[in-house]
């Protein structure tokens, strides 16, 4: 498998775990919401950057959440392609 397929495999399984935990913390109720596997989080990225033509005016910024479900879903992931490989061949 190209190393390309396997960064993109990995990639999404962290944002499908991060989205997977920002739904649970949506849906459970507040007495589930003081585990520590919620109250963790880290955000990354940068802040907006502003393009201003004549034409239009384009602002751009990208932010990441990191979570415990983030590395779940990046261990489960890993896993996948791990037995994958391992028992293809």
């Not at 997977?20 to 003081?34: A, D, Q, W, Y």
């Given at each position: 498998?190209?190393?390309?397929?396997?960064?993109?495999?990995?990639?999404l399984g962290?944002?499908?775990g991060?989205t997977?935990?920002?739904?649970?913390r949506?849906?459970l109720?507040?007495?589930f919401?003081?585990?520590?596997?919620?109250?963790?989080y880290w955000?990354t990225?940068?802040s907006?950057?502003?393009?201003?033509?004549k034409?239009m005016?384009?602002?751009?910024?990208?932010k990441?959440?990191i979570?415990?479900?983030?590395?779940?879903?990046?261990f489960?992931?890993a896993?996948?392609?791990?037995l994958?490989?391992?028992?293809?061949?």
């Amino acid at each position: 498998m190209k190393i390309s397929t396997w960064i993109i495999i990995l990639v999404l399984g962290f944002l499908i775990g991060t989205t997977i935990g920002e739904i649970l913390r949506l849906v459970l109720p507040e007495k589930f919401l003081n585990a520590a596997v919620f109250k963790n989080y880290w955000t990354t990225g940068f802040s907006n950057l502003y393009i201003d033509a004549k034409i239009m005016s384009v602002r751009f910024s990208i932010k990441i959440l990191i979570t415990a479900f983030s590395w779940i879903g990046l261990f489960f992931s890993a896993l996948v392609l791990l037995l994958k490989e391992t028992f293809n061949k």
